[in-house]
């Protein structure tokens, strides 16, 4: 089955305890992205991946790191959590190439991470 | 700055009725317009999108109308079912690029039998 998968899905923790939220996906995608999604603010992207080894910021970076060192995994990294970046995080791929494929973005089902 | 506005935020239809959401976008440069749905404990799916060379786009029940000149576009479900209760985004994005949707605040939706 063509998917995105997410670990853990529900993650608690403390101020300043890195931690790290892993995305696989098993359709060959070239490109990935992290986004949050806040009550009243729909979903706002955090990093991307054009390919392996290729990462840039998305809108709200702050306080987050990702590596893409295989095409599949898309890791997301907190190095020193803070509260406000409790949130519902979501993973998604798309193809390269063609406007109409790559514009199409597969999502994960989501990491709900709270931050005391 | 929010570049894509939605509403309602949350929207109660009677089954067979027709439900009916809006958005407005900011930035020209868009050139694809997705909505998703997203059901409680999953991520949002694709629903159908748009590009703003075409006025309108059905698929089955859901009907997306754009207005260019206006930079509104509107999702429409026909004939809506209880099945269909989910929270729907509306989303704007460049297809080339960094491709970063930027998503609206989401509409809740209830489809009562």
């Known amino acids: 089955e063509a998917q995105v998968t997410q670990n853990p899905r529900y993650l608690i923790t403390v101020t300043g305890k890195k931690l790290t939220v892993t995305c696989s996906q098993n359709?060959?995608?070239?490109?990935m992205s992290w986004y949050r999604q806040d009550p009243g603010l729909g979903l706002r992207q955090i990093y991307y991946?054009?390919?392996?080894?290729?990462?840039d910021k998305g809108d709200v970076p702050e306080g987050y790191k990702v590596s893409r060192k295989e095409k599949r995994n898309f890791p997301l990294i907190l190095e020193s959590p803070s509260p406000n970046q409790t949130s519902l995080y979501f993973c998604?791929?798309?193809?390269?190439?063609?406007?109409?494929?790559?514009?199409?973005?597969?999502f994960g089902p989501g990491t709900r991470l709270t931050v005391l | 700055q929010q570049q894509v506005k939605q509403s309602p935020q949350s929207l109660i239809v009677q089954k067979g009725g027709i439900s009916i959401i809006n958005c407005a976008y900011e930035?020209?440069?868009?050139?694809?317009f997705p909505w998703y749905q997203q059901f409680p404990g999953k991520g949002p799916a694709l629903l159908i999108a748009?590009?703003?060379?075409?006025s309108e786009k059905k698929e089955g029940r859901f009907t997306i109308s754009f207005n260019k000149s206006a930079k509104q576009f509107s999702l429409h479900i026909m004939d809506s079912q209880p099945g269909d209760s989910a929270t729907y985004f509306c989303?704007?994005?460049?297809?080339?690029?960094?491709?970063?949707?930027?998503f609206g605040s989401g509409t809740r939706l209830q489809v009562q039998p």
């Open positions: 998604a791929s798309s193809l390269n190439g063609g406007r109409a494929r790559q514009a199409e973005q597969f």
């Open positions: 359709m060959n995608h070239e490109y």
């Open positions: 991946s054009m390919n392996v080894e290729v990462t």
């Open positions: 930035n020209t440069a868009f050139d694809y």
């Open positions: 748009i590009r703003p060379d075409v």
């Open positions: 989303a704007a994005s460049k297809a080339t690029g960094r491709r970063a949707l930027t």
